[in-house]
């Protein structure tokens, strides 16, 4: 009977367990160093379904200046469409102030504008709701790019996300 019982619990953990994806894990040829790979977790990573990306910077990749910009970059192969009004930042379980968030679907990047610089050395999360994404499955190179403040305006790198879509 308790074998029974483990089976079947076990068994109603797999679905749950499918249906989000994160990183870091095991990508083979992927164009990124592994130092330059940043985490995420999707709520779903299923094609052609609204998602939620959950997009981590680690705080060692802000420097002491902090943050007051961040941009996302996107290849030109993804196709999915983003809520700029359903975006959050997010410092451990405090909401970061957003002055603006401007989806640029040209140049394919989304940028979010801070009320106020983040300076901490804690992770920053990026989240983007009510994504919709692309009807076609594969690997998108998400990058990010941040700049302290309007006194220091050059963009640096942070990394890229490698989002996976079944």
Sequence with gaps: MSIF????CSIAII???????SLPGFTLFSGVEQSDRLSYRLDSGNRSVTD???????GSKINRLGAAQITIGYPEYYKGKF???AVEVMVGDK???IQSV???LEGRTIQIDLAQRIKTKGDIEVVLNNVQNPDSAGMFNFTCQVKS??????????????LSLD
């Design 5 to 8: 019982a483990l089976a079947s």
């Design 15 to 21: 679905p749950v367990a499918a249906r989000s994806q």
């Design 52 to 58: 939620r990306y959950k997009l981590a910077i680690p």
């Design 83 to 85: 809520d700029d009004k």
């Design 95 to 97: 909401s970061i102030p």
């Design 102 to 104: 401007q989806w640029d």
């Design 149 to 162: 403040s309007a006194e220091f305006p050059l963009a640096r790198s942070c990394g890229t996300w490698i």
